[in-house]
T-cell receptor
């Protein structure tokens, strides 16, 4: 979407860390989300962060939020081949929490 | 755990035909969202319903309509189909249980619509 921007591609070696970056525009967003989509599949929620937090860790996933710069990142530690997918950053907008997605970052994990 | 169910999973239609997509939210979820994902694109919000009433509207063409029924399932009706309507259509649901804890939307597997 035009309100959320992401880099389009990331190639990473198996075992290394991946960092996916995202910028958003709506400073009133309550939550920010990371979704994963494998080829031909649906959207799987990976994690979310409340807008008044600056970091959240969940097993191999670390989310960093810089609210001042409206910058969100997702770090995947020890990246595996199963992590190859498209990763979407999304912000919730409005009282009904509809989601505005970024264009998605295609992560390719090479052996 | 029960997930969002969408039917059909795949649908092939001709131009100018109509299509109906169905969505069954997670039990006790009262809010349903519809999104359209074109090839190589991000999902775009179409429309949402809360307690059977339309709650928000996005980039949904006038040829499309939707409603939420008393059992909370929702249907997206698409008429005068065009080639550009070929896409993956996702339904998502949200319930009060996640209010204040992510307000998370849970997505169904999607319906892949192909218009020939």
């Amino acid at each position: 979407g035009e309100d959320v921007e992401q880099s389009l591609f990331l190639s990473v070696r198996e075992g290394d860390s991946s960092v996916i970056n995202c910028t958003y525009t709506d400073s009133s967003s309550t939550y920010l989300y990371w979704y994963k989509q494998e080829p031909g599949a649906g959207l799987q929620l990976l994690t979310y962060i409340f807008s008044n937090m600056d970091m959240k860790q969940d097993q191999r996933l670390t989310v960093l939020l810089n609210k001042k710069d409206k910058h969100l990142s997702l770090r995947i530690a020890d990246t595996q081949t199963g992590d190859s997918a498209i990763y979407f950053c999304a912000e919730s907008i409005g009282g009904d929490y509809k989601l505005s997605f970024g264009a998605g970052t295609t992560v390719t994990v090479r052996a | 755990a029960a997930g969002v169910i969408q039917s059909p999973r795949h649908l092939i239609k001709e131009k100018r035909e109509t299509a109906t997509l169905k969505c069954y939210p997670i039990p006790r979820h009262d809010t349903v969202y519809w999104y359209q994902q074109g090839p190589g694109q991000d999902p775009q919000f179409l429309i949402s319903f809360y307690e059977k009433m339309q709650s928000d509207k996005g980039s949904i063409p006038d040829r499309f309509s939707a409603q939420q029924f008393s059992d909370y399932h929702s249907e997206l009706n698409m008429s005068s189909l065009e080639l550009g309507d070929s896409a993956l259509y996702f339904c998502a649901s949200r319930g009060r249980a996640t209010s204040g804890r992510g307000d998370t939307q849970y997505f169904g597997p999607g319906t892949r619509l192909t218009v020939l």
